[in-house]
């Protein structure tokens, strides 16, 4: 079993759409978890950063953690065109070096 | 205010041959990573550092190397290039290790092709 598990989709949703992408993980030392978003042929970048569990809101995006069933989900309101990307999520615990899923393509039509 | 800086973009490889990708951060980060990138297969860290003098593998280190003689730069290195190593190559960097340090910036990333 991965440590890190995401579907890589694509999800493909109309404009306006409430998304939910998700990753599930096995090791139950995560502390940290955090989404990337990488456009096409460009690099990741920090989208939203959570400690522990609980929720998380930054505008049209919330980040939650589940730690009993080892489960995250970020949630897109109001989809836009422009939110069409790769999103991955990302763990880690303590200092050490965050894991990464696979990534989920994102597919946001007018 | 540059960030990460990767060079070459894109390169063109004969299998056997070997070739350095430059990575170069202003930001003064003491992490330094590479990681590589196959279609659908997320980010996988082939080596990285904790700071000048000091480096480890990652996941996939085989068939690479890399040095980090400056706080700014970290290049890899391929040698004897074979097809598998054909991927878009990613360089990042942090402020420190994990979480609340651990915001990894990349660069615009480097794709090889190994023919």
């Known amino acids: 079993q991965k440590e890190v598990e995401q579907d890589p989709g694509p999800l493909s949703v109309p404009e306006g759409a409430i998304v939910s992408l998700n990753c599930t993980y096995s090791n139950s030392a995560f502390q940290y978890f955090m989404w990337y978003r990488q456009y096409s042929r460009k690099g990741p970048e920090l989208l939203m950063y959570?400690?522990?569990?609980g929720n998380k809101e930054d505008g049209r995006f919330t980040a939650q953690v589940d730690k009993s069933s080892k489960y995250i989900s970020l949630f897109i309101r109001d989809s836009q065109p422009s939110d069409s990307a790769t999103y991955l999520c990302a763990m880690a615990r303590g200092s050490y070096i965050p894991t990464f899923g696979r990534g989920t393509s994102l597919i946001v039509h007018p | 205010n540059a960030g990460v800086t990767q060079t070459p973009k894109f390169r063109i490889l004969k299998i056997g041959q070997s070739m350095t990708l430059q990575c170069a951060q202003d930001m003064n980060h003491n992490y330094m990573y590479w990681y590589r990138q196959d279609p659908g297969m997320g980010l996988k860290l082939i080596y990285y550092s904790v700071g000048a003098g000091i480096t480890d593998k990652g996941e996939v280190p085989n068939g690479y190397n890399v040095s980090r003689s400056t706080t700014e730069d970290f290049p890899l290195r391929l040698e004897l290039a074979a097809p598998s190593q054909t991927s878009v190559y990613f360089c990042a960097s942090s402020p420190g290790g994990g979480g609340v340090t651990g915001e990894l910036f990349f660069g615009e990333g480097s794709r090889l092709t190994v023919l």
């Open positions: 959570t400690y522990s569990s």
